[in-house]
């Protein structure tokens, strides 16, 4: 962490990122595959039936908010973002750095969620709503409407990475801030209030609410 | 991409001063820039205690309430956040 600048490359980012990509991989192709060896009569127990809790768990919270149809398309991608999400965010507790304080790694967030509400609007409405959307409900109106209506395109997407992003770097900067003021012995009795709040209390918050922020964002491109 | 461009602004602006003047001037503009929490904190505030009162009144939906007072409030610290980042932009020149 003594390696931080804000702009300069910052590798030790996306070393974590890779690090936590492949490990999340490896977890749950092994899971996979032993799910699919399970015998469907039988009650799982143990460790995979605390997965299928946790997935059942998952289906039953976002269908609150989401047609059947579309959450059946957009599930897997919402899951993988939650699971990923915070893994990241707390990744700081075991040594590395966490990926999301990385302006790159942030905007990597924003142009998946760009890309995932082109999908949902291509999939689940026509051009011709998606024109009356962006166009306005009054023909007249639509000169003033029709530039306002293309930076809110763009300005959902942006402000979510962006909102990951300045979360993680205050945690980071402030961390940062007591580490280089204080010595060790006094650093661990510190760290234990700081990694608490930072990282499990604000890392966990942010990425539920990007998983809520992506499921409403789909939920209404869809449906207006 | 940021850096080149607020590097380019500050010394557009700063031209005829010092480097001295220039760096003062980028702190200050930092500690104004974070004047904006302000209003994230009325905002939240007066989200959270929305969200109190709701809950006094029904207390049966507790979870649904959680729910939408985080994601609400979490984008009302949308304008705070920007404006950290800012003053953090600011401060490394």
């Known amino acids: 962490m003594s390696d931080f600048s804000l702009f300069g490359p910052m590798s030790s980012a996306v070393r974590s990122t890779i690090i936590i990509v492949s490990f999340l991989a490896i977890f749950f192709i092994v899971i996979g595959q032993k799910i699919k060896k399970l015998d469907p009569k039988q009650t799982p127990k143990g460790f995979l039936f605390a997965i299928i809790m946790m997935v059942d768990g998952f289906n039953a919270f976002i269908t609150q908010y989401m047609e059947k149809d579309k959450f059946k398309f957009f599930g897997p991608y919402l899951f993988t973002i939650i699971v990923f999400l915070a893994t990241a965010n707390t990744i700081s507790l075991v040594g590395l750095t966490p990926p999301l304080s990385n302006l790159a790694v942030a905007l990597s967030f924003t142009v998946m969620t760009f890309f995932i509400i082109k999908i949902a609007e291509f999939k689940f409405i026509t051009v011709k709503k998606k024109m009356k959307n962006l166009f306005g409900e009054v023909l007249i109106m639509s000169p003033i409407m029709l530039p306002i209506n293309l930076i809110g395109e763009v300005s959902t997407p942006f402000s979510m990475g962006l909102r990951l992003f300045v979360n993680l770097l205050s945690g980071v900067v402030i961390a940062t801030m007591v580490y280089t003021v204080l010595n060790w012995v006094l650093g661990i009795f510190a760290g234990i209030m700081l990694h608490a709040i930072f990282d499990l209390f604000f890392g966990l918050i942010q990425a539920f609410v990007f998983l809520m922020l992506s499921t409403i964002n789909i939920s209404m491109a869809t449906d207006a | 991409m940021f850096e080149t461009i607020f590097s380019s602004i500050v010394r557009f602006a700063a031209e005829g001063h010092t480097a001295f003047f220039s760096s003062g001037m980028a702190y200050l503009g930092a500690g104004i820039a974070v004047i904006a929490g302000l209003g994230t904190g009325i905002g939240q505030g007066y989200a959270a205690g929305k969200?109190?009162?709701?809950?006094?009144?029904?207390?049966?939906?507790?979870?649904?309430?959680?729910?939408?007072?985080?994601?609400?409030?979490?984008?009302?610290?949308?304008t705070g956040l920007y404006a950290l980042l800012v003053a953090l932009i600011l401060i490394g020149k």
């Open chain 2, 51 to 78: 969200a109190a009162e709701a809950v006094g009144r029904q207390p049966d939906a507790q979870g649904k309430i959680l729910v939408t007072t985080l994601v609400t409030q979490a984008v009302a610290e949308t």
